[in-house]
Nanobody, 130 residues
C-alpha cells in the first residue's frame, strides 16, 4: 500500500507553465518507479513521463518531449513534473502512479508496460485554455 497525493493542477493559458507534485508516503513495499499519466477526454491512458526510483532513467511521451521535465526529491519523497509551453491538448486529469519492486524498474518500462499492480493517486486537473 502507498499514499499518493497529487497537487499543482489548475487553469493556465496556452504557452504557460505548471508544476505538478506527487507526494509519496506510507509505502509498505519498495517503490521502484514513479510515473505521471494523463486521462484523455476519450478516457484513454496516456503516458506522460516516468522516472526510476533513484532517478537513473527517465522517459517522456512523444507529445511532451522537450516541454516537460520530471524530477525526484528524495528529501521530501516527491516526484515533480514541470510542464512548460502548455498546449490545449495537454488538458486532462493527471495521475501519479508507482510500481513496487526490489529492483529499479527502468522508466520506460514503467511508462510503456502497464501493470495491474500499480498504485494510483486521485489525480489533479490540468486545463489549458485561453
Amino acid at each position: 500500500q502507498v499514499q499518493l497525493v497529487e497537487s499543482g493542477g489548475g487553469l493556465v493559458q496556452p504557452g504557460g507553465s505548471l508544476r505538478l507534485s506527487c507526494a509519496i508516503s506510507e509505502a509498505t513495499s519498495p517503490v521502484s518507479a514513479i510515473g505521471w499519466f494523463r486521462r484523455t477526454p476519450e478516457n484513454a491512458r496516456e503516458e506522460i513521463s516516468c522516472i526510476s526510483v533513484r532517478g537513473t532513467t527517465t522517459y517522456y511521451g512523444d507529445s511532451v518531449k522537450g516541454r516537460f521535465t520530471i524530477s525526484r526529491d528524495n528529501a521530501t519523497n516527491t516526484v515533480d513534473l514541470q510542464m512548460n509551453s502548455l498546449k490545449p491538448e495537454d488538458t486532462g486529469l493527471y495521475y501519479c502512479s508507482v510500481r513496487f519492486s526490489t529492483w529499479e524498474i527502468p522508466a520506460q518500462t514503467m511508462c510503456v508496460l502497464a501493470s495491474g499492480d500499480d498504485y494510483w493517486g486521485r489525480g489533479t486537473q490540468v486545463t489549458v485554455s485561453s
